[in-house]
């Protein structure tokens, strides 16, 4: 059974940091793509940073391209996304996800993605 499960402080300050940690178990995600997408109150979830299964190239969101990086300790089965000058609007409840295929090119629609984490909320004030 796949688990995963996000973490990270929930309150920040517009301008400030935090760094969001996803920890998988039940299955080594080495050569599955990891995703970050987000659900803002009364809107659809959606795509934030991906990085393909290898680590070799990632993909962002237009809204947070240059702000936020996702990475990944494979010895610690765990991703990360590092949101760094964030701003209220990046308020949601953010989830990571697991590709349902291995050494697939990184995926951008939720669809794509087989497992989710329970979500954590993230709180920008201005």
């Known amino acids: 059974q796949v688990q995963l499960v996000e973490s990270g402080v929930g309150l920040v300050q517009a301008g400030g940091s935090l760094r969001l940690s996803c920890a998988a178990s039940?299955?080594?995600?080495?050569?599955?793509?990891m995703g970050w997408f987000r659900q803002a109150s009364g809107k659809d979830r959606e795509f934030v940073a991906t990085?393909?299964?290898?680590?070799?190239?990632?993909l962002y969101a237009d809204s947070v391209k240059g702000r936020f990086t996702i990475s990944k300790d494979s010895d610690k089965n765990t991703v990360y996304l590092q949101m760094n000058s964030p701003k209220p609007e990046d308020t949601a409840v953010y989830y990571c996800?697991?590709?349902?295929?291995?050494?697939?090119?990184?995926?951008?629609?939720?669809?794509?993605?087989?497992?989710w984490g329970q979500g954590t909320q993230v709180t920008v004030s201005s």
């Open positions: 990085m393909h299964w290898s680590g070799a190239n990632t």
């Open positions: 996800a697991l590709d349902s295929v291995p050494y697939r090119s990184p995926q951008l629609e939720k669809d794509k993605y087989r497992f």
């Open positions: 039940g299955r080594s995600f080495s050569v599955y793509g």
